[in-house]
């Protein structure tokens, strides 16, 4: 198909709506942005339109617009009144979450602070339910699963294996693996989110570049304070 035989026929004025149009789509109605390169420099109120999503445990997470990468992104910040003692903790779940990359561990995008000095980190954003409102669901029904349900359950629960493995592997461990902190999507896709309690085992600091010694550290006395045996040792 030759495309520019179609251009070739458009009078000049209705070329330039064209070109306008897309124009607007990339760069929006800001007179001052130029180039998607204007876009990228200017890092000024990168995150906005914020939408109150859920909270829970040590966060709260929010839908915003990345106007960097032009999507929707899911953002985790500390509730109000958090201490500064809480930052570590949770910036350290970002860090830990962000050495794995796998279709069953939820993605992590940025991490940064707000200007008050906030920590923050984003995430992909996706949409479903938690498996404990699907399993408190079909359990609501007065009937027994049918054979599809249960196949379908026995899939989720097969994706959460391959994600926790695949974490085992990189020397990570969840320490709150649940159904609340497992997303089930629209579409069949299962994610294993929430890895503040996660720790890194003392023999991954070989395979893990981007976990140092001092976070090593770290994550083992918690893993020790975790599971309640530090004043044995």
Same mark, same amino acid.
């Given at each position: 198909?030759?495309?520019?035989? %179609?251009? %070739?026929? &458009?009078?000049?004025? %209705?070329? $330039?709506?064209?070109?306008?149009?897309?124009?607007?789509?990339?760069?929006?109605?800001?007179?001052?942005?130029?180039?998607?390169?204007?876009? =990228?420099?200017?890092?000024?109120?990168?995150? /906005?339109?914020?939408? #109150?999503?859920?909270?829970?445990?040590?966060?709260?997470? /929010?839908?915003?617009?990345?106007?960097?990468?032009?999507?929707?992104?899911?953002?985790?910040?500390?509730?109000?009144?958090?201490?500064?003692?809480?930052?570590?903790?949770?910036?350290? $779940?970002?860090?830990?979450?962000?050495?794995?990359?796998?279709?069953? @561990? =939820?993605?992590?995008?940025? @991490?940064?602070?707000?200007?008050?000095?906030?920590?923050?980190? +984003?995430?992909?954003?996706?949409?479903?339910? $938690? #498996?404990?409102?699907?399993? +408190?669901?079909?359990?609501?029904?007065?009937?027994?699963?049918?054979?599809?349900? &249960?196949?379908?359950?026995?899939?989720? #629960? &097969?994706?959460?294996?391959d994600g926790i493995s695949y974490?085992?592997?990189?020397? =990570?461990?969840?320490?709150d693996l649940k159904p609340s902190?497992v997303l089930v999507g629209d579409?069949?896709?299962? @994610?294993?989110?929430?890895?503040?309690?996660?720790?890194? +085992?003392?023999?991954?600091?070989? $395979?893990?570049?981007?976990?140092?010694?001092?976070?090593?550290? /770290?994550?083992?006395?918690?893993?020790?304070? +975790?599971?309640?045996?530090?004043?044995?040792?």
């Amino acid at each position: 198909m030759n495309f520019s035989a %179609d251009f %070739d026929d &458009l009078p000049d004025k %209705d070329l $330039e709506k064209i070109f306008d149009a897309v124009d607007a789509e990339l760069y929006g109605d800001d007179p001052e942005v130029k180039s998607l390169f204007d876009m =990228i420099i200017n890092d000024e109120d990168r995150y /906005q339109d914020f939408e #109150f999503l859920a909270k829970g445990g040590m966060k709260c997470i /929010q839908k915003v617009f990345d106007t960097k990468l032009g999507r929707n992104v899911a953002m985790a910040t500390l509730p109000a009144g958090a201490e500064y003692k809480e930052y570590d903790p949770f910036v350290r $779940e970002a860090k830990i979450a962000a050495l794995m990359d796998h279709p069953n @561990v =939820i993605s992590i995008f940025d @991490v940064g602070f707000d200007p008050q000095k906030r920590p923050y980190f +984003t995430m992909e954003l996706r949409s479903g339910e $938690e #498996f404990d409102q699907q399993i +408190t669901r079909l359990h609501s029904e007065s009937k027994p699963l049918s054979s599809r349900e &249960l196949y379908s359950l026995l899939e989720i #629960f &097969l994706k959460i294996c391959d994600g926790i493995s695949y974490a085992h592997s990189k020397g =990570i461990l969840h320490l709150d693996l649940k159904p609340s902190n497992v997303l089930v999507g629209d579409y069949g896709n299962v @994610v294993v989110c929430d890895w503040g309690l996660g720790a890194l +085992t003392p023999n991954s600091g070989g $395979e893990q570049k981007g976990a140092s010694r001092m976070d090593r550290a /770290q994550v083992d006395l918690d893993l020790l304070q +975790t599971l309640n045996i530090g004043d044995s040792i």
